[in-house]
């Protein structure tokens, strides 16, 4: 009796295979595991964002003929089409000696009796690592089914394409040609491919932790807790950048070190990152307050928190956009006009099915006066949002970058460690220090509690078909969270002074 499941890999598990082998053994064996926690908003934008690409990519080839499903009927779909020469197919399905590929868009050469695999990115570029494997996995597997393939191609996006008018699907995209590329690691991607699916066919659960725990905390599997139950929820994955520091985490784990607390004391550490230890250790806030001070002594009143939302779409939309480049639909903002006055608020939501650049700015124009601070949390982001909008529309350009001239970044503070505390764990985001510094505001009891939940909430109410009441309620929900984080900083900045005394 052998101890072996008849299983078929397919293109998909064999890229998450190679990210963590032991996570594609329980989304196989034990998906109640794997699939216990829901995709996240931004995971599911992801599919989304790729789906829609891939449709509009099709367009390049305006014969193609679509193979759907990915069962034996679908194979005998296909092969059926390979006989009869089909010039183009998108989603070709092959299945052989325990393999599946299904390509994305497949073309046939007639000069040449051969084929052309074409791999749809929805990425402004080709990553050598991930799309180079996965074009390799396809190759061997239409070899194996008697294809010639003399090419392979990554099709994604053109990050120089600008929109003008309707949308020119040549220009949209690029042809990166990856044959060289595919061909020198295709013997070893097939040897892979064949200890892949041996190890995955095993009935017994691999021993052992699995491969991310020499991982930083953001590089985690979906599996990662049930697999690692000797890591805690904090751990050494979570200071700091470690995940970009390998010999210092692999250190640690070989060790068998996992809690915080037993990190050794001669480690060598960035200051952020010794910060970050010594103030779970000790529990101790480090204040430094005549950095906070110099810092607050340059701000200007009145000031001005300021907070964008935006939709980062891979299909331009709109004239002047980029593959990616992000759609400013909403802004919150404070205004402190004196250091003993109450804030002011002022919104915009753009909800019509249009590009809200200009009447962002128009709005923005209204209520930002020529004099004063504006603050934000994390500079870069706002500021690029500020250049682009300039960009498109050159008569804001001055008001755009006298905005930009005046805004603060209210995370450095913590980012030069002015101010570190526990539970801020290592890091700088609002989220995390909030609810030290003002614990009575929280994003919990919102319906919308993080961005990439708010962009695809916004994208719904411009693009779908929805009733009155569910409308309007997922436009209360936008302004619920984007006002807070614009109070959130405020009320951040107001509890530093009196921390300084200021």
């Known amino acids: 009796m052998t101890d072996k499941k008849k299983i078929t890999l397919s293109k998909t598990n064999y890229i998450l295979y190679r990210d963590c082998p032991k996570n594609s053994w329980l989304k196989i064996h034990k998906p109640d595991i794997y699939f216990k926690s829901e995709l996240s908003e931004f995971e599911k934008s992801i599919i989304e964002t790729g789906n829609e690409v891939e449709l509009v990519a099709r367009q390049i080839f305006p014969t193609g003929i679509l193979v759907e499903g990915r069962d034996e009927e679908s194979q005998k779909i296909t092969a059926d089409y390979i006989l009869q020469k089909q010039p183009t197919l998108f989603q070709a399905v092959f299945g052989i000696e325990g393999f599946l590929a299904a390509t994305d868009i497949l073309k046939y050469h007639q000069d040449t009796d051969s084929y052309s695999i074409y791999e749809v990115k929805a990425s402004n570029s080709v990553d050598d690592k991930i799309h180079i494997h996965d074009l390799a996995f396809q190759v061997n597997v239409l070899r194996k089914a008697g294809l010639k393939v003399d090419r392979a191609l990554v099709i994604h996006l053109n990050p120089e394409y600008v929109r003008d008018g309707e949308l020119e699907i040549t220009k949209l995209f690029q042809e990166s040609n990856v044959t060289d590329q595919v061909e020198a690691i295709a013997h070893e991607v097939l040897d892979e491919m064949n200890f892949a699916l041996e190890y995955l066919s095993t009935n017994s659960e691999p021993v052992g932790p699995c491969s991310c725990l020499r991982k930083g905390r953001s590089k985690h599997c979906t599996t990662f807790h049930y697999s690692n139950p000797q890591v805690p929820d904090y751990s050494v994955h979570d200071i700091a950048r470690i995940g970009l520091s390998k010999v210092k985490l ?248 009196n921390v300084i005394g200021y």
């Open 250 to 497: 692999t250190e640690l784990v070989d060790s068998n070190i996992f809690h915080i607390k037993d990190v050794p004391r001669e480690m060598e550490l960035s200051e952020t990152q010794r910060n970050q230890i010594d103030s779970h250790i000790f529990n101790r806030v480090i204040i430094d307050q005549d950095r906070i001070r110099e810092e607050f002594d340059d701000l200007v009143f009145p000031l001005y928190f300021l907070d964008y939302e935006t939709f980062p779409a891979a299909i331009p939309r709109f004239d002047g956009f980029s593959p990616y480049q992000q759609i400013p639909f909403q802004y919150s903002l404070h205004v402190v006009d004196k250091p003993e006055c109450e804030p002011k608020h002022f919104e915009f939501l753009y909800t019509e099915n249009g590009d809200p650049s200009l009447p962002f700015v128009e709005s923005m124009q209204k209520h930002i006066g020529k004099v004063g601070s504006v603050i934000v949390w994390h500079k870069s982001f706002e500021c690029s949002r500020n250049r682009e909008l300039a960009e498109r529309i050159p008569e804001t350009k001055h008001f755009m970058n006298d905005i930009n001239n005046r805004t603060y970044d209210l995370e450095d503070i913590f980012k030069k460690q002015y101010h570190v505390h526990k539970d801020y764990k290592g890091s700088s985001s609002i989220k995390k220090v909030l609810p030290v510094l003002a614990p009575d505001l929280s994003y919990k009891n919102l319906e919308i509690q993080e961005g990439g939940s708010a962009t695809q909430a916004w994208n719904k109410i411009v693009t779908a078909e929805l009733e009155p009441f569910e409308r309007e309620t997922i436009i209360e929900n936008l302004k619920n969270y984007c006002k807070l984080d614009t109070y959130a900083m405020y009320a951040i900045w107001k509890e530093l002074c």
